[in-house]
């Protein structure tokens, strides 16, 4: 039986289950107050009575219409009271309850809009401090949800540009040869070969940026001395420098303190800001600096390359971004010029577009901070710190 009620009383609506919970605490109150003072106040009224007559008054043969009459005016003013308590509190519950209630629908109507794809829906702030801050919440959730989506969208359609370039090369050069408009020669197969590789780049390069984003890359975060790191790089990156290119200088000191790192995550950072700095500076320098400031290690890449606008910074760490927004497909090449379309050209120094927004994770999930610095014509300076121990 009792758990016949208990189920009951849980299929009733919050509206009603919140109007029958102050009612119930209004009767328990009603009711302790009526039984406490049925007992308690005709006794105390005799105690009252008797010191009177102790100073003299002789109420001995009055006593007993005395403590009658009490009991009719205290029952008279009880019953006054409950029902004028009674009506108050109970039209105050059902206010407050159909408050309540009026928020929370708000919010279940707000809620089935977003599900419903409608991302722009918010919810109203409220009266009450405890709804208000769960519509905030709700609020700042919607936005990063609706962040989210954005991204999303914008990734598919940057996935499907991407991909439709190195595609479309390959198709132009296999319908050519099928057809029998070009020759089979070892350019042609080096040239499908590149745009294989661009694809898996861009795939692998797509791959590690939705784990970093994600949260599951692995990142093994240890106190590492990172200058054995840093000459490693200068020197294999040295080697891959022409005479006539950029000169690759360290400037580091020759002691450095220890960081919070993963050093392999770190060196792909690395890996990623000088293959950047490389391929946009053709003459000058490229200089590694590092310094400590405070509790972090700064390590700054330094280029005296052809740099990159004002008005384009704030879109350097994006996915695809480049300076150049071109952005139509690239056509099939000419077999007989043996050129490749500006474009394309830019395409092939740019990489996949997406290296930079890894790095930009990947020092985030070590506890860091990744900035850029740069001036048209002048060159750009990318540095990041990561947390001294």
């Known amino acids: 039986m009792k758990n016949l009620d208990w189920r009951w009383a849980k299929s009733l609506p919050l509206a009603s289950r919140l109007f029958f919970s102050h009612l119930v605490v209004m009767i328990v109150g009603v009711l302790s107050l009526v039984i406490i003072s049925k007992v308690s106040s005709p006794r105390f009224f005799v105690l009252h009575l008797e010191r009177l007559e102790q100073r003299g008054y002789n109420l001995f043969d009055i006593r007993t219409e005395l403590v009658d009459g009490f009991e009719i005016a205290w029952r008279r003013s009880t ?12 039209g105050l519950s059902y206010w407050v309850s159909r408050l309540i209630m009026q928020r929370l629908i708000e919010m279940e109507n707000i809620t089935q809009k977003f599900a419903a794809g409608q991302f722009d829906a918010r919810l109203p702030l409220s009266d009450i401090p405890e709804l208000n801050r769960l519509g905030v919440s709700f609020n700042r959730m919607a936005t990063s949800i609706k962040g989210v989506e954005v991204r999303r969208r914008e990734l598919i359609g940057d996935m499907t540009h991407e991909l439709r370039t190195p595609l479309t090369v390959v198709r132009g050069y296999l319908e050519e040869l099928a057809d029998g408009t ?61 005479d006539d290119g950029p000169v690759l200088r360290l400037e580091c000191p020759p002691q450095l303190p220890t960081v919070l790192a993963d050093i392999d995550r770190t060196e792909q950072v690395l890996v990623n800001l000088l293959g950047n700095a490389i ?39 994006e996915r ?70």
């Open 79 to 90: 019953l006054w009271s409950v029902l004028v308590g009674a009506t108050t509190a109970g």
């Open 182 to 242: 070009i020759e089979p020669s070892p350019e042609i197969y080096l040239r499908l070969a590149k745009e294989t590789k661009r694809l898996e780049r861009l795939v692998n390069d797509l791959q590690e940026l939705s784990k970093a984003e994600a949260g599951y890359l692995p990142i093994k975060i240890q106190s590492v001395n990172l200058r054995p790191l840093l000459e490693s790089l200068v020197e294999k990156f040295a080697d891959q420098l022409l």
């Open 279 to 317: 391929s946009y500076t053709k003459n000058g320098s490229i200089t590694i600096r590092v310094w400590t400031e405070a509790s972090k290690l700064w390590i700054a890449v330094i280029d005296t390359g052809v740099g990159i606008a004002k008005e384009n910074l704030p879109y350097v760490f």
């Open 320 to 389: 695809f971004w480049r300076a150049d927004k071109s952005r139509a497909p690239v056509a099939p090449h000419a077999p007989n010029s043996g050129k490749e379309s500006s474009l394309e050209a830019a395409r092939q120094i740019g990489g996949t577009g997406i290296g930079l927004t890894i790095s930009r994770r990947l020092v985030e999930l070590q506890g860091g901070q990744i900035e850029v610095e740069s001036e048209l014509g002048l060159g750009s300076t990318f540095r990041f710190f990561l947390p001294l121990p």
